[in-house]
């Protein structure tokens, strides 16, 4: 049985950071590529970075410079460093393969005051 277990997420003011972390339980972690997704209110569900098997690493416009994506294939998880967080980061924040599979954890809400 999959398990996506995010953490990490607060209320942080505006040029602050966070670190997300994501335990990844029933799938052969090292083999997939990964990434962390995000929904705003209102909004549909986008991804902001990925990180491959091979470790390489993309991100969304949006993002770029400010995220930071990692993986620990020892522990099964994977990370995303937000540093110069901006109220348009504020979002319910979830790890998933790329592609997404269908199952989809709680996700970590993050909360970006101005």
């Known amino acids: 049985q999959v398990q996506l277990v995010e953490s990490g997420g607060g209320l942080v003011q505006a040029g602050g950071s966070l670190r997300l972390s994501c335990a990844a339980r029933?799938?052969?972690?090292?083999?997939?590529?990964m990434g962390w997704y995000r929904q705003a209110p209102g909004k549909q569900r986008e991804l902001v970075s990925r990180i491959d098997s091979d470790f390489s690493r993309n991100y969304a416009d949006s993002v770029k410079g400010r995220f930071t994506i990692s993986r620990d294939n020892s522990k099964d998880e994977v990370y995303l460093q937000m540093n110069s967080l901006l109220p348009e980061d504020t979002a319910v924040y979830y790890c998933?393969?790329?592609?997404?599979?269908?199952?989809w954890g709680q996700g970590t809400q993050v909360t970006v005051s101005s």
């Open positions: 029933g799938i052969v972690f090292r083999l997939y590529d």
């Open positions: 998933n393969q790329v592609p997404a599979l269908g199952y």
